[in-house]
């Protein structure tokens, strides 16, 4: 069994293709197939059901993907980390992030990493923040941005606080509290809320702050998306709590002040067993540029 084989099965079963996985490997199509008939006849089990209309995997190779892929994933790190002994950081990162991530600018950070590491292939996923737990987790991003409520803290990783930051209320400019100066939550309750879905962490720290309060709000409209939700604010279809670092950015909409607003903690967290090289570079260039990271509170812990 060699890893080109491992590579070869890994393309045809995320392009469901033998001939776009042999375009993806830059191989012809007649060396991809033989390549994997012979792992196949190896294994003793075939891997792809083959038809003249598509291609899947069988149990046997649903079975034998997730072990492919983390040999892969395994090979890369350790070629990364040989070149890393050598002075050079190859690879790959993959970064994930919340829509409303505010602490630090991302693509600005990615652009002076680009600019210093060439050689790394940069991936990029956006999600909510349990969802980017997990997947450091796993391993399959390196490093993300959290936004959680003060009550939760990120764990079975590395976890370190960037920013706090409150709430303030966004509504459409001719709402009738546009010209409000302040508002606190029990002057919001009766309005329809625009908000991210129930149980993500972004949601959680405003249900937590109306149920302190006593309140009971309706959320008829529930987006994923953090720039959209704003959009369907700005069409008058609701108002929404969001950070106010987040909004700064916003345009089309309101934003007023909540004395009684909850707060968001932002985090960026990594495997708590260490990262690879070129996750190392990027956590030690967030750490050491203030133009594209902000600088860490005086007691969090360097990553």
Not at 13 to 39: D, G, K, M, P
Not at 113 to 135: K, N, T
Not at 181 to 203: C, I
């Amino acid at each position: 069994m060699e890893l080109h084989q491992m590579r070869y099965v890994v393309a045809v079963a995320e392009t469901n293709s033998f001939t776009r996985a042999a375009e993806r490997c830059h191989v012809v199509q007649s060396a991809l197939s033989h390549q994997i008939a012979r792992l196949e006849h190896e294994l003793g089990a075939k891997l792809f059901e083959r038809t003249t209309r598509r291609v899947r995997l069988t149990p046997a190779g649903t079975a034998f993907l997730p072990a492919a892929r983390q040999c892969l994933d395994a090979a890369d790190r350790a070629a990364a980390e040989v070149a890393a002994a050598i002075g050079e950081v190859r690879g790959r990162l993959d970064v994930g992030l919340i829509p409303s991530v505010a602490a630090v600018d991302v693509a600005a950070a990615l652009r002076v990493y680009r600019e210093r590491y060439p050689q790394v292939r940069i991936g990029l996923r956006v999600g909510a923040s349990d969802e980017l737990i997990e997947q450091v987790k796993e391993r399959s991003v390196e490093v993300a941005f959290l936004g959680l409520p003060p009550t939760l803290r990120p764990h079975g990783v590395h976890a370190r606080e960037l920013a706090r930051d409150r709430l303030v209320a966004v509504v459409a400019p001719g709402h009738p509290l546009a010209d409000e100066p302040s508002v606190d939550l029990r002057r919001l309750v009766s309005e329809d809320f625009v908000d991210l879905p129930a149980g993500t962490a972004g949601r959680i720290q405003s249900d937590l702050a109306f149920q302190a309060a006593g309140l009971t709000r309706e959320v008829p409209f529930e987006v994923t998306n953090a720039d959209f939700l704003a959009r369907l604010v700005s069409q008058g279809l609701g108002i929404a709590l969001l950070p106010s670092a987040y909004v700064s950015r916003l345009s089309g909409v309101t934003t007023i002040e909540v004395t009684d607003a909850p707060t968001r903690v932002e985090y960026v967290i990594r495997h708590r067993d260490g990262s690879t090289p070129a996750a190392a570079a990027f956590l030690d260039l967030l750490e050491s540029e203030p133009a594209v990271g902000t600088a860490p509170p005086a007691d969090s812990a360097p990553m």
